[in-house]
């Protein structure tokens, strides 16, 4: 069973970076070929697909977040990680990792709980 956790401060200042690790386990994030993504809901709003790191270490990302977004591994610890530039208010939501393929949040098998960052001042 694979088991993602998401970790990382709850709340960030705007203009800063915010950043946010998903601890996967039960499966090793460089294995097959997945989408290991990062996945946002803003209060009131759908879920967003932000980008991913593939099984592979390549990376995409959406085009409206691509130029503030940045997603890395740490293949020794099982991990990767999301980095947000520049956060206002508006990027204030659940954040949640998850395994799968695409962009769908239904193509994905594997999900973490969620954590909810707030950027406020």
């Known amino acids: 069973q694979v088991q993602l956790q998401e970790s990382g401060p709850g709340l960030v200042k705007p203009s800063q970076t915010l950043s946010l690790t998903c601890t996967v386990s039960g499966g090793s994030i460089t294995t097959n070929y997945y989408y290991w993504s990062w996945f946002r809901q803003p209060p009131g709003k759908g879920l967003e697909w932000m980008g991913a790191?593939?099984?592979?270490?390549?990376?995409t990302y959406t085009p409206s977040l691509k130029s503030r977004t940045s997603i890395s591994r740490d293949t020794s610890k099982n991990q990767f990680t999301l980095q947000l530039s520049s956060v206002t208010p508006e990027d204030t939501a659940v954040y949640y990792c998850?395994?799968?393929?695409?962009?769908?949040?239904?193509?994905?098998?594997?999900r973490g709980q969620g954590t909810q960052v707030t950027v406020s001042s």
């Open positions: 790191i593939t099984s592979r270490g390549s990376t």
């Open positions: 998850a395994r799968g393929l695409g962009s769908n949040w239904d193509d994905y098998d594997y």
